[in-house]
């Protein structure tokens, strides 16, 4: 069996490194962008979704999402009907860093993909998505407290 899994982290890291360094600038540290993209895509969004979105814990999303509020990036808002829910917003801040951001993104995804077809860049993204929801099953296991059966 071929080992795609590494090279899926390693293009994963290799993205991740070059973003880090690239958004230094904008004071955006280790993967804060990943959380500043999907506020920006979803306004009003709660913490728990984007948690879920990203596929991490919700203490890593507490943590990433506190540094983003303390750097101005977002702001949490009351939601109207529900004063325990904290709603998600970008701040202006925020908003301007998203477009350099998804610029950022798209420049990776044409590099990556330098040399495929629009066909095997399709299939490329379909069997990813399988892949990613063979993989949401264990993690929604394992997030529960279960255990893998290797």
């Not at 804060?32 to 306004?43: A, F, G, H, M």
């Amino acid at each position: 069996m071929k080992e795609i899994l590494r090279e899926i982290g390693m293009i994963a890291r290799a993205l991740d490194s070059i973003s880090n360094i690239e958004f230094k600038e904008y004071e955006l540290t280790k993967g804060q962008y990943l959380y500043l993209v999907r506020i920006c895509e979803n306004p009003g969004i709660i913490q728990e979704k984007v948690a879920e979105m990203i596929k991490v814990d919700r203490t890593t999303a507490a943590r990433a999402i506190k540094k983003l509020e303390m750097n101005s990036f977002i702001e949490k808002k009351d939601d109207h009907d529900n004063k325990k829910i904290k709603k998600l917003f970008p701040t202006e801040k925020g908003k301007q860093v998203y477009p350099f951001i998804k610029k950022e993104n798209d420049y990776s995804n044409r590099m990556a993909l330098e040399g495929f077809s629009k066909t095997e860049a399709d299939a490329i993204f379909n069997f990813l998505q399988r892949v990613r929801k063979n993989v949401e099953k264990d993690w929604e296991f394992v997030k529960k407290g279960n255990k893998r059966n290797y």
